[in-house]
């Protein structure tokens, strides 16, 4: 393609046109003709025209910054861990050492800092940032700047401890709490160790445990306990390893906790003694009424929830004070049932305006289903494709439009296998972590073939029968001659399934991909499928954009719904956002219910709990200063059914707390001066807040030295404060406990960093391995595609030049020619 530098250039082929036609009209010769496109030739010359020639660079010495971490936590790791290897580096390619000390890892910001400007980073590290820039974001943005990242991981020298108890900080008077103690280790051997929890500084309980693994968070240790006084408490865990232990200062931790009294609620029932009603009245100060009470009796009620209530049931009116109840703050549940939503007239309704769902069954069923194929046949690792093969299917399970989709990972050589182990739900952050994590594992066997037709028969097998969306992506390095036509043939019976095919070509130097005449076989065989736009040929680096399409619409759902009053199916729930404070202390891996009511959720709301066919079982969204919680399944004993009893009892219960305690919001009550400030850690400020409910001069002491308090907004005060000791502080009567420092929580290799470090296109090493390999591999990433301009100004003036050199030539031989005649008929004469 042909471009120019200076198009503007190019307006003054209008002035030659003008004098050319106004000569051409006055002398009519040839010679005007010649000289004109002679003029075009030049201000073409003038416009400077090029072309883009792509062009692989290399480089023989990169330029590596070496990130040599040396904070507090390496303690439990050779000392001058990446010493050896800066020495080796230095001495072979331009190598920048960058050390990190004292008691805060940011690793993240020093990434930010050297990603792009041809650097490649090598983290000498735990792994473990506990300061500045999220890594997950930096490591992000490395990707985004080709910056290749490599990680050694330095070969653990002594175990180590800690523990850390999790649970909230403001309870409510009365109720049983519940909190957490997690207890992690550096290394991965069986440890064990003595536990003491104390209450208010007098042992509570203490017993010996076993640890097997990194951590126990997946079961942590349960603290039950009720605070029957209000105000300040405190919790104090104490562990005592039974075995090696490097540091002391994290074997113990402070919890805070501020008792208040239990938030007033309001709920609207026909059924007040339904499992709903009872897990309510247990945890807050709940008004139980059979008919909406009027905006009045809302006074001072933190919620208002309305279970199973028919739309009939209230007036314009009380829609409008409802309305404008949670506009000014109000938080507002409507649990579901059989009056309510989609079977209680809600759809277009004044109320349904409030609620985060449209009362009438989501257009939605199955989800997609969802195949990678990846190519682990040698050539992607003799032509060094293979890292980019996996980091773009690693960036396609990251999708955020693919969080309703089933995915199922296949990888091929000689033969194709499944690597997932049948299809798995992407909307849950552990399924992602858990695929990511065996797809950056594969390697390619280097006895094997690209037999591409081996792993779309396996897909074909995974896919059959399936229904929703059905998508298959080839990622490849298009090296398919061997296989080409029994390929096509399987990918035809993929495709009559109603499988949309996508293939995704890595640029490479593999000989096999190309035939004679230096076509792709890849881009072919799209092109013989009839799926020329579903082909990404990318360079090595790049991520393909996939944009893929919504799930189909069914042609109606409604008298499916409809049969739900009388089925007794089982569906099973998912977590769709795991990371909400309702869904984060949740576990509904065994929860189910067996009915719902159909609803569709809105622009802009949130879902957060579904079920396994897609359908919205929790949704949210802000309204106003108000938060509205759509609960569309019922109370678990309504009359003649029982959708959601299951989810009323054990932990599963913590989903309708966890709602209620969302639309609460801020539990306090608002009158005199309400506190707020999180428990924090050595070395690291905690912000506080006061909010004045009433007149009067703030004031607030820490261990009773006055601070300072700066006003930032209406009757808003706020202060940082950075305490210099462990244990619990006093600020004012409210508790701040203060543990110790961050560094010293998360020990150990972190070993959830591997996909990231994969997804920048760099590999994790011994400290043995990197000074043997790490060199190697930044040259190869040191190659890259580039775009580099060639001018073809100096053609255009050289033809100008052959065309007026021509004419001259061409009109002196006529001359010649014309004289030597005339010469010729002169003596004739004679």
């Not at 020093?110 to 983290?123: F, P, V």
């Not at 305490?723 to 502080?729: A, D, L, M, S």
């Amino acid at each position: 393609m042909i471009s120019l530098e200076h198009p503007e250039m190019l307006f003054l082929i209008i002035p030659v046109i003008i004098v050319g036609f106004y000569l051409l009209r006055k002398t009519k010769t040839k010679l005007v003709e010649w000289r004109m496109l002679v003029a075009f030739l030049l201000v073409l010359a003038l416009a400077s025209p090029f072309t883009t020639v792509t062009q692989t660079i290399s480089e023989e010495d990169p330029s590596l910054v070496l990130v040599q971490d040396q904070t507090s936590s390496m303690g439990l790791f050779p000392e001058e861990a990446g010493s050896e290897l800066y020495k080796a580096l230095v001495a072979n390619t331009p190598t920048t050492l960058v050390q990190l000390t004292g008691d805060k890892t940011s690793l993240g910001d020093t990434i930010m800092q050297y990603a792009g400007g041809g650097n490649q980073i090598i983290l000498v590290s735990d792994g473990n940032n506990n300061a500045g820039k999220d890594l997950p974001e930096a490591l992000e943005f490395a990707k985004e700047t080709d910056t290749p990242v490599y990680l050694i991981q330095p070969e653990l020298k002594a175990n180590d401890l800690s523990v850390e108890v999790l649970g909230d900080k403001t309870v409510f008077v009365d109720n049983q709490n519940e909190f957490e103690i997690v207890v992690r280790q550096a290394s991965n051997q069986s440890v064990s160790y003595f536990l003491e929890v104390f209450v208010e500084g007098q042992l509570s309980q203490s017993k010996d445990f076993t640890l097997e693994g990194r951590d126990n968070s997946d079961n942590p240790i349960p603290i039950r306990q009720t605070f029957n006084t209000l105000g300040a408490h405190s919790l104090r865990v104490k562990l005592t390893p039974h075995g090696e232990d490097h540091n002391k200062v994290n074997n113990e931790f402070f919890k805070s906790v501020y008792v208040i009294p239990k938030p007033k609620l309001t709920l609207v029932t026909s059924e007040p003694d339904s499992s709903l009603g009872k897990v309510l009245n247990k945890l807050y100060n709940v008004s139980v009424v059979s008919t909406y009470p009027g905006a009045a009796a809302l006074k001072g009620s933190k919620v208002l929830v309305l279970d199973n209530q028919l739309i009939s049931s209230f007036s314009e009116a009380q829609m409008k004070e409802i309305k404008n109840y949670v506009s000014n703050g109000g938080g507002l549940v409507v649990v579901g049932g059989k009056q309510a939503y989609n079977y209680g007239s809600y759809l277009n309704s004044s109320l349904e305006e409030i609620l985060p769902v449209l009362s009438k069954p989501s257009e939605y069923k199955g989800g997609r289903n969802l195949v990678l194929i990846l190519d682990v046949s040698p050539s992607t690792s003799a032509h060094k494709s293979q890292g980019d093969i996996l980091a773009n299917a690693i960036n396609i399970v990251q999708n955020e439009n693919l969080k309703d989709a089933n995915a199922e990972v296949i990888a091929f050589g000689s033969k194709g296998y499944d690597i997932s182990g049948g299809f798995v739900f992407l909307g849950l952050e552990q399924n992602q972590k858990i695929l990511i994590e065996k797809i950056s594992r594969l390697t390619p066997d280097s006895q094997s073939k690209t037999s591409l037709n081996e792993g779309l028969k396996t897909a074909k097998e995974m896919l059959a029968g399936k229904d929703g969306e059905l998508d298959a992506i080839i990622i490849s390095d298009g090296a398919i001659e061997d296989s080409y036509k029994p390929s096509l043939q399987a990918a035809k019976e993929l495709q009559e399934l109603g499988v949309n095919l996508y293939f995704i070509h890595i640029r490479s130097v593999a000989p096999s991909q190309t035939d004679k005449t230096r076509n792709y076989y890849a881009e072919n065989f799209m092109k013989e499928l009839g799926l020329d736009d579903n082909y990404f040929h990318i360079n090595m680096g790049e991520r393909a954009n996939i944009r893929f399409e919504p799930p189909k619409e069914l042609p109606d759902e409604e008298n499916e719904d409809e049969k739900k009053d009388i089925e007794l199916d089982t569906y099973p729930l998912l977590e769709y956002s795991p990371n909400h404070f309702i869904t984060g202390s949740v576990n509904l891996t065994n929860a189910s219910i067996t009915g719902y009511n159909g609803v569709t959720p809105k622009a802009g709301a949130e879902r957060l709990v579904i079920t396994v066919t897609g359908k919205p079982v929790l949704t949210t969204w802000r309204f106003g200063l108000g938060r509205v919680a759509a609960f569309t399944t019922d109370n678990g004993e309504g009359e003649g059914s029982r959708w959601a009893s299951a989810l009323y009892n054990g932990s599963s219960a913590k989903l309708i707390s966890g709602t209620t305690n969302w639309a609460i919001g801020n539990p306090r009550a608002e009158e005199g001066a309400v506190l707020d400030g999180p428990d924090t850690w050595l070395g690291t400020p905690s912000d506080l807040t006061l909010t004045m409910y009433e007149k009067g001069i703030p004031e607030l002491k820490l261990d009773g030295s006055p601070l300072d308090l700066a006003l930032t907004g209406r009757n808003t005060y706020e202060a940082s404060v950075n305490p210099e000791t462990i244990g619990i502080h006093d600020l004012s009567g409210y508790p701040l406990a203060v543990n110790y420092q961050l560094e010293h929580r998360d020990i150990g290799l972190n070993e959830d960093i591997e996909s990231l470090i994969a997804a920048t296109g760099g590999k994790i090493y011994t400290e043995k391995d990197a000074r043997a390999l790490l060199l190697k591999d930044a040259r190869q990433n040191s190659e890259r595609q580039s775009d580099e301009p060639i001018s073809l100004k100096v053609y255009v003036l050289l033809a100008a030049l052959v065309l007026y050199l021509g004419e001259i030539i061409a009109r002196r031989i006529k001359e010649m020619n014309k004289l030597k005649n005339a010469q010729v008929e002169s003596e004739s004469r004679v």
